[in-house]
């Protein structure tokens, strides 16, 4: 049956490719063309747009499609009080490497707030009669990457003192979210789902991490971030292992990390990646807590090729020898553009799969 609390049997990620519109409105900010109040203006009606449009296609849920911000990360860590620098070259996906920003702590981690994208929320909140969405990094995205080389060792020799700080950041940043209203958060964690890599764990350790405990700390992490929220506010978490331009930079089953995603991290659901055989099968879901939902990604965003019915319908069937198909959803694998730049579909296209989620979960659980 469907459900009335997220998540919901037809649900999405989050990030939606950004409008030629938007992107024109932003080169020209870049510029100094137009003010920051101009550059807001279209994207508020933007945003605006695509709520109808999420709403229209049936979701109980919308969000603003990470209309406001560059990166699904830097952006928000930018707001916890990181600063900008460039980094001597950007992150290797399959055959691409990003943009060279990034995110650093030189200084004392010293939240304050409030965040900027809670304006970003009660905005979304406003203008829809849907569940507003959140989304936001995990923050392992304030280590995981480029690791020591973005924390201040002169102001934290201690990594740990580095983590409590960064956890206390979050949990007040979260804070400010649920007073706000919001009670349907998403933390994205590619760092967690990127250590199911073998290769990825390797670099870890040449580095000089422990990537045990680096699954370990990511997940109390995550933990100190949410703690004393609301009873209603619902927290999931997406794991995804890349998604920039369509490409990707891991691959490996959840197995991996299976016990502390399960048994560690205090969330209500999980947003799995697995519309190909990089994220393995399904036999991880049999650790799935009664209680917890599993949100199968099933539905590829890299691509504007559109799955069949018999095909997810099959691949829920499969799932579901490993845990109720109660506790199961369907959702993309991923956003439509994690970053600005977008993954290689039409607008199109993404809408076909998200009328598609619709459609599919409907016929799966009524």
Same mark, same amino acid.
């Given at each position: 049956?469907?459900?009335?609390?997220?998540?919901?049997?037809?649900?999405?990620?989050?990030?939606?490719?950004?409008?030629?519109?938007?992107?024109?409105?932003?080169? /020209?900010?870049?510029?100094?063309?137009?003010?920051?109040?101009? %550059?807001?203006?279209?994207? +508020?009606?933007? #945003?605006?747009?695509?709520?109808?449009?999420?709403?229209?296609?049936?979701?109980? %849920?919308?969000?603003?499609?990470?209309?406001?911000?560059?990166?699904?990360?830097?952006?928000?860590?930018? @707001?916890?009080?990181?600063? *900008?620098? #460039?980094?001597?070259?950007?992150? /290797?996906?399959?055959?691409?490497?990003?943009?060279?920003?990034?995110?650093?702590?030189? &200084?004392?981690? +010293?939240?304050?707030?409030?965040?900027?994208?809670?304006?970003?929320?009660?905005?979304?909140?406003?203008?829809?009669?849907?569940?507003?969405?959140? !989304?936001?990094?995990?923050?392992?995205?304030?280590?995981?990457?480029?690791?020591?080389?973005?924390?201040?060792?002169?102001?934290?020799?201690?990594?740990?003192?580095?983590?409590?700080? =960064? @956890?206390?950041?979050?949990?007040?940043?979260? *804070?400010?979210?649920?007073?706000? @209203?919001?009670?349907?958060?998403? %933390?994205?964690?590619?760092?967690?789902?990127? %250590?199911?890599?073998?290769?990825?764990?390797?670099?870890?350790?040449?580095?000089?991490?422990?990537?045990?405990?680096?699954?370990? !700390?990511?997940?109390?992490?995550?933990?100190?971030?949410?703690? @004393?929220?609301?009873?209603?506010?619902?927290?999931?978490?997406?794991?995804?292992? $890349? &998604?920039? *331009?369509?490409?990707?930079?891991?691959?490996?089953?959840?197995?991996?990390?299976? +016990?502390?995603?399960?048994?560690?991290?205090?969330?209500? $659901?999980?947003?799995?990646?697995? +519309?190909?055989?990089?994220?393995?099968?399904?036999?991880?879901?049999?650790?799935?807590?009664?209680?917890?939902?599993?949100?199968?990604?099933?539905?590829?965003?890299?691509?504007?090729?559109?799955?069949?019915?018999?095909?997810?319908?099959?691949?829920?069937?499969?799932?579901?020898?490993? !845990?109720?198909?109660?506790? =199961?959803?369907?959702?993309?694998?991923? $956003?439509?553009?994690?970053?600005?730049?977008? &993954?290689?579909? !039409?607008?199109?296209? /993404?809408?076909?799969?998200?009328?598609?989620?619709?459609?599919?979960?409907?016929?799966?659980?009524?």
């Amino acid at each position: 049956m469907q459900r009335q609390t997220p998540p919901y049997r037809a649900d999405h990620v989050g990030s939606l490719l950004r409008p030629p519109a938007l992107k024109a409105a932003r080169e /020209q900010r870049a510029k100094g063309a137009i003010t920051a109040a101009q %550059l807001k203006e279209v994207e +508020d009606r933007e #945003i605006a747009r695509v709520v109808k449009k999420q709403e229209e296609l049936g979701l109980r %849920l919308v969000t603003d499609g990470e209309f406001r911000r560059s990166w699904w990360h830097l952006d928000f860590l930018w @707001g916890l009080g990181a600063e *900008r620098y #460039i980094m001597d070259q950007g992150v /290797q996906f399959a055959g691409v490497t990003t943009r060279p920003e990034a995110a650093r702590f030189a &200084n004392k981690i +010293d939240y304050a707030g409030p965040h900027p994208m809670v304006e970003h929320f009660k905005f979304l909140a406003a203008h829809t009669k849907a569940t507003p969405k959140m !989304t936001i990094p995990a923050p392992s995205a304030a280590y995981g990457r480029p690791g020591r080389k973005q924390v201040g060792i002169g102001v934290y020799p201690d990594l740990d003192l580095f983590f409590a700080d =960064l @956890g206390r950041a979050y949990n007040k940043a979260i *804070r400010e979210f649920a007073a706000a @209203g919001c009670r349907y958060l998403q %933390l994205d964690e590619v760092m967690l789902a990127m %250590l199911c890599d073998p290769a990825y764990r390797r670099q870890m350790a040449d580095r000089g991490d422990d990537p045990e405990k680096l699954a370990t !700390t990511y997940a109390d992490l995550i933990n100190t971030a949410i703690a @004393g929220l609301p009873a209603d506010m619902v927290v999931t978490m997406h794991l995804c292992r $890349g &998604n920039y *331009r369509s490409t990707f930079m891991g691959a490996g089953a959840y197995d991996t990390v299976e +016990d502390v995603l399960f048994d560690r991290i205090k969330i209500n $659901g999980y947003f799995m990646e697995y +519309d190909t055989a990089r994220a393995g099968g399904f036999e991880p879901l049999r650790k799935l807590p009664k209680g917890k939902l599993a949100v199968l990604g099933l539905v590829t965003t890299k691509s504007g090729t559109l799955e069949t019915k018999d095909t997810i319908k099959r691949r829920i069937d499969e799932a579901a020898k490993f !845990t109720s198909l109660d506790q =199961l959803c369907l959702s993309g694998q991923c $956003g439509f553009a994690s970053t600005e730049e977008g &993954n290689t579909l !039409t607008e199109d296209e /993404q809408w076909a799969k998200l009328g598609f989620i619709v459609e599919t979960a409907a016929d799966v659980w009524g």
